[in-house]
T-cell receptor, first 118, second 118 residues
Framework: AQKITQTQPGMFVQEKEAVTLDCTYD???????LFWYKQPSSGEMIFLIY??????QNATEGRYSLNFQKARKSANLVISASQLGDSAMYFC???????????????FGTGTRLKVLA | GAVVSQHPSWVICKSGTSVKIECRSL??????MFWYRQFPKQSLMLMAT?????????EQGVEKDKFLINHASLTLSTLTVTSAHPEDSSFYIC??????????????FGNGTRLTVT
């Protein structure tokens, strides 16, 4: 069964430092995508970065990078030079193919609440 | 691009009434839209998958007669909470996939609707 695990309910980081948010996954799919979303207290889900299962290079998007280790089934998010505005809930997600219908589902982890300290 | 608009942002209704929530993809065609429910400090729970022109697929445990989903066009899906009760109070958020997307395409989310049933 497909599953996303985020083992850190909460994290603190000092402003301007880097922080790593952990995400491990389990899937029997060969083709899948891994995604990170940020949810501020206002509630909207902001897409940050993604990694395809066949991508050999780690994805980067500004201060965000995804440390993809396929053999270990992990897709950790690294935020460099943390800012106060980075304080939010972060969700790791994975796409799953429904082969009978050719459609996709997205499975979300339980999230990590990040607090950036001044 | 990839803007999803969700309306209303918040709604308060009396027990026993029905509430309709709209989800629109503003600048792309979305063959599939997903409806999620989120309880405070918890992850997103997939309620149903809405495909344009066909019946929605509901997740196990979600009452299809209570949560009516209609995907009338490639840019609009609606969720109607019928005969709402206080336990239906929650944050509801929709997301959409582009028509031409694949397994490594991210979901684009609306801003969510906070429903309070009194």
């Amino acid at each position: 069964a497909q599953k996303i695990t985020q083992t850190q309910p909460g994290m603190f980081v000092q402003e301007k430092e880097a922080v790593t948010l952990d995400c491990t996954y389990d899937t029997s799919d060969q083709s899948y995508g891994l995604f990170w979303y940020k949810q501020p207290s206002s509630g909207e889900m902001i897409f940050l970065i993604y990694q395809g299962s066949y991508d050999e290079q780690n994805a980067t998007e500004g201060r965000y990078s995804l440390n993809f280790q396929k053999a270990r089934k992990s897709a950790n998010l690294v935020i460099s030079a943390s800012q106060l505005g980075d304080s939010a809930m972060y969700f790791c997600a994975m796409s799953h193919t429904i082969y009978t219908s050719g459609t996709y589902k997205y499975i979300f982890g339980t999230g990590t609440r990040l607090k950036v300290l001044a | 691009g990839a803007v999803v608009s969700q309306h209303p942002s918040w709604v308060i209704c009396k027990s026993g009434t029905s509430v309709k929530i709209e989800c629109r993809s503003l600048d792309f065609q979305a063959t599939t839209m997903f409806w999620y429910r989120q309880f405070p400090k918890q992850s997103l729970m997939l309620m149903a998958t809405s495909n344009e022109g066909s019946k929605a697929t509901y997740e196990q445990g979600v009452e299809k007669d209570k949560f009516l989903i209609n995907h009338a066009s490639l840019t609009l899906s609606t969720l109607t909470v019928t005969s709402a009760h206080p336990e239906d109070s929650s944050f509801y958020i929709c997301s959409a996939r582009r028509r031409e997307s694949s397994y490594n395409s991210p979901l684009h989310f609306g801003n969510g609707t906070r429903l309070t049933v009194t």
